[in-house]
Nanobody, 128 residues
Framework: QLQLVESGGGLVQPGGSLRLSCAAT????????MGWFRQAPGKEREGLAC????????VYADSVEGRFTIIRDSAKNMVYLEMNSLKQEDTGLYFC?????????????????????WGKGTPVNVSS
């Protein structure tokens, strides 16, 4: 049974950092492009980052480029999102999900590209 479990969220001050983790069972993260999506309060779920299966190519939404890094650990079957220089607008519920294609359109990764295997997410609250 496929299961994705996100963790690592929490309360952080603006300018701070967090590292989110995604543990996958029933699915090999090495065989799928994997992405991180965010559901901000009152907004559509948007794709922030993805990592492809070809050469670990990464794609980032314009809003997080240069601040966030997506990492795949094939040995542990985990995917991580390292977030730096956090802003209040980064607040939201974060999900990892298989993503096909791993590509950007209109400045972010469309929700349409996320395969329909959603976990419960992990909350991130950036606030002073």
């Amino acid at each position: 049974q496929l299961q994705l479990v996100e963790s690592g969220g929490g309360l952080v001050q603006p300018g701070g950092s967090l590292r989110l983790s995604c543990a996958a069972t029933g699915l090999s993260v090495n065989h799928y492009a994997m992405g991180w999506f965010r559901q901000a309060p009152g907004k559509e779920r948007e794709g922030l980052a993805c990592i492809s299966t070809v050469g670990n190519r990464t794609v980032y939404a314009d809003s997080v480029e240069g601040r966030f890094t997506i990492i795949r650990d094939s040995a542990k079957n985990m995917v991580y999102l390292e977030m730096n220089s956090l802003k209040q607008e980064d607040t939201g519920l974060y999900f990892c999900v298989p993503t096909d294609p791993c590509a950007k359109k209109g400045g972010s990764i469309p929700r349409l590209y996320a395969l329909n295997y959603w976990g419960k997410g992990t909350p991130v609250n950036v606030s002073s």
